[in-house]
């Protein structure tokens, strides 16, 4: 994996996610309009996600979603020293889907989200997982602030 600029650590400091919930290991890059991360969550057995011990491509939307939550937390933290506001998904759109599993990839997951708009009232954000240069998933994530 690429050197982190956040490791595990601190990502779950500024998450209001769980023990392995927490999808993604580190931050390998970010700015105020995007940021880029990288994991090896999607092989480990225990992964919260999976189901018959399978884990679902569908469940990249979730991976999509927390770097969002991520990189909004890392400017807030940046903008005023504040944590991340609580939120709800509201959507998930043009999700794409290339493979029906993720627990069979052994190579580490990339994944790059990137602000579409934001306000204090939400945020709408683009997202694009691959593995070993291939793109696994892609989609839009909508969150609104509570």
């Given at each position: 994996?690429?050197?982190?600029?956040?490791?595990?650590?601190?990502?779950?400091?500024?998450?209001?996610?769980?023990?392995?919930?927490?999808?993604?290991?580190?931050?390998?890059?970010?700015?105020?309009?995007?940021?880029?991360c990288?994991?090896?969550?999607?092989?480990?057995?225990?992964?919260?996600?999976?189901?018959?011990?399978?884990?679902?491509?569908?469940?990249?939307?979730?991976?999509?979603?927390?770097?969002?939550?991520?990189?909004?937390?890392?400017?807030?933290?940046?903008?005023?020293?504040?944590?991340?506001?609580?939120?709800?998904?509201?959507?998930?759109?043009?999700?794409?889907?290339?493979?029906?599993?993720?627990?069979?990839?052994?190579?580490?997951?990339?994944?790059?989200?990137?602000?579409?708009?934001?306000?204090?009232?939400?945020?709408?954000y683009?997202?694009?997982?691959?593995?070993?240069?291939?793109?696994?998933?892609?989609?839009?994530?909508?969150?609104?602030?509570?």
């Amino acid at each position: 994996m690429s050197p982190a600029i956040c490791d595990e650590a601190e990502i779950r400091s500024l998450l209001l996610h769980a023990d392995r919930m927490v999808l993604w290991q580190s931050v390998t890059a970010w700015d105020d309009n995007s940021l880029q991360c990288q994991t090896l969550t999607h092989a480990d057995p225990l992964n919260p996600l999976r189901l018959d011990d399978r884990l679902s491509s569908l469940h990249l939307g979730e991976y999509g979603a927390q770097m969002m939550a991520i990189h909004g937390a890392l400017l807030a933290r940046k903008k005023d020293g504040g944590k991340l506001a609580p939120g709800v998904l509201t959507a998930l759109r043009d999700f794409e889907m290339h493979g029906a599993r993720i627990d069979n990839i052994g190579a580490p997951l990339s994944g790059t989200a990137r602000i579409l708009l934001a306000s204090a009232a939400g945020s709408i954000y683009e997202f694009e997982i691959s593995a070993e240069g291939q793109r696994i998933a892609s989609g839009r994530v909508s969150v609104n602030t509570l």
